[in-house]
Nanobody
Framework: VQLQASGGGLVQSGTSLRLSCTAS????????VGWFRQAPGKEREFVGA????????DYADSVKGRFTISRDRAKNTAYLQMDFLKSEDTAVYYC??????????????????WGQGTLVTVSS
């Protein structure tokens, strides 16, 4: 499975941005698709994940209520809708796929497939 993340850019604090993650070369049906981010000088962190077959979602506390993950089966694409962006959301955002159980969805080591990352910069 190949993943292509897109949609990053420079936005102002308080505004919104939507990232996309399109899969090709395989099915996501049994996987969680996760979003992770890595800010300069920091470790990669979990943002949220969606289980493909039933849209069950999980979010990090830092984004809960502001970010929403969804998926479009027909387009084989997952989305990360980011609202009320803050400067601390500035990071390279990655999508990934792999785990099949809820307990593994937050662990980046559980993901087999990774997109290339897209940069989100939030100016204050």
């Amino acid at each position: 499975v190949q993943l292509q993340a897109s949609g990053g850019g420079l936005v102002q604090s308080g505004t919104s941005l939507r990232l996309s993650c399109t899969a090709s070369g395989g099915t996501l049906s049994n996987y969680f698709v996760g979003w992770f981010r890595q800010a300069p000088g920091k470790e990669r962190e979990f943002v949220g994940a969606i289980r493909w077959y039933n849209s069950y979602t999980d979010y990090a506390d830092s984004v809960k209520g502001r970010f929403t993950i969804s998926r479009d089966r027909a387009k084989n694409t997952a989305y990360l809708q980011m609202d009320f962006l803050k400067s601390e959301d500035t990071a390279v955002y990655y999508c990934a796929a792999g785990p099949t159980i809820v307990s593994a969805a937050r662990d980046s080591r559980s993901y087999y497939y990774w997109g290339q990352g897209t940069l989100v910069t939030v100016s204050s």
